[in-house]
């Protein structure tokens, strides 16, 4: 995890994470603690310090010692969510051999559109999907390489990198026709959390 303002936060939340996920209980004689039904994702997760003003580019520069072995890692903003197959989209990256994958999508629709003829509303769609032209989702398969594109933390991913890769024909699209929000306003977090409230997340493709 490429950690920046309030880095400190999540790393709190991993070291007492049997907190957040457990009953436990304080042995406070012996200062010691059980934990109870313990919940252990099989993970390892690394929290790096990637500064408070770093780019998207210098977040993923700084990282480069703990991918740089790798075949192929993932890369993703975290602001966003959809009902990726990431499996497919890493068996497609493997597939093309190219350095990079992104996954195109189509952008959520901000407002409900009119149908007008001579004044009459024809018709009201809700919230269409943009105009049809599909953009970045901000999810990445990336051959450990292009980080060498990548200048100091000023570097903005999206800008020279991957339009140095799309030049040089090493940049490849998985197109994703699924369910792709991000969560830049209160809406879009108002919307996302009352789909999960709901138990209507497609997002969540996990048992």
Not at 25 to 30: D, V
Not at 132 to 138: C, D, L, R
């Amino acid at each position: 995890i490429c950690c920046g303002y309030k880095g400190y936060v999540i790393k709190e939340y991993f070291a007492n994470y049997f907190l957040h996920m457990s009953d436990v209980t304080f042995h406070m004689a012996e200062n010691r603690m059980e934990v109870h039904h313990k919940r252990v994702e099989p993970w390892n997760v690394t929290l790096v310090d990637t500064g408070d003003s770093s780019m998207t580019g210098g977040r993923l520069k700084r990282v480069a010692e703990y991918v740089k072995d790798d075949e192929a890692f993932l890369f993703t903003y975290g602001d966003g969510v959809a009902d990726l197959d990431i499996k497919a989209t890493i068996d497609f990256h493997k597939a093309h051999g190219k350095k990079a994958t992104l996954t195109a999508t189509f952008p959520p629709g901000r407002f409900g559109a009119l149908d007008i003829q001579a004044g009459q509303v024809r018709s009201f769609q809700e919230k269409p999907k943009g105009d049809g032209a599909m953009i970045n989702g901000g999810f990445f398969v990336l051959n450990p390489s292009v980080i060498d594109l990548i200048d100091n933390d000023a570097t903005t991913w999206e800008q020279e990198p991957l339009m140095t890769l799309a030049q040089q024909g090493e940049l490849m699209a998985f197109e994703h026709p699924g369910f792709w929000q991000p969560m830049d306003t209160l809406r879009d977090k108002v919307y996302l959390e009352g789909l999960w409230e709901k138990g209507k997340a497609p997002w969540k493709t996990w048992e």
